[in-house]
């Protein structure tokens, strides 16, 4: 039964199979990488990804009617420095 599936499911496309179902009422959905996944249609009707900066990234969620989810601060320059990140962990910079 496995390899019929698989050769059944091989003779199309991840494109071709989304093309299919798009028009049917099926819970299934193509495995789209993260650029991909920001032009999908269905991620563009839903607003599943914002831009925040200089950086698209996806929506906080989950996102319900009366929830209000905000994005995190973007990281300042000093936070991204080794000994920021270190402290924060309790470690010293110049650790051997």
Same mark, same amino acid.
């Given at each position: 039964? $496995? /390899?019929?599936?698989?050769?059944?499911?091989?003779?199309?496309?991840?494109?071709?199979?989304?093309?299919?179902?798009? !028009?049917?009422?099926? *819970?299934? !959905?193509?495995?789209?990488?993260?650029?991909?996944? $920001?032009?999908?249609?269905?991620? #563009? /009707?839903?607003?599943?990804?914002?831009?925040? #900066?200089?950086?698209?990234?996806? =929506?906080? !969620?989950?996102?319900?009617?009366?929830?209000?989810?905000?994005?995190? /601060?973007?990281? =300042?320059?000093?936070? *991204?420095? !080794? /000994?920021?990140?270190?402290?924060?962990? #309790?470690?010293?910079?110049?650790?051997?």
């Amino acid at each position: 039964m $496995r /390899a019929a599936i698989v050769d059944r499911v091989g003779q199309k496309t991840r494109d071709d199979w989304d093309r299919l179902f798009a !028009a049917t009422d099926s *819970c299934v !959905a193509p495995v789209l990488s993260l650029r991909e996944a $920001r032009d999908h249609p269905y991620n #563009g /009707a839903r607003n599943a990804f914002v831009t925040s #900066g200089a950086l698209e990234r996806p =929506a906080p !969620a989950p996102r319900f009617s009366r929830s209000r989810p905000t994005l995190a /601060a973007m990281p =300042a320059d000093h936070d *991204c420095q !080794a /000994a920021t990140v270190l402290a924060r962990f #309790g470690l010293p910079e110049n650790r051997n």
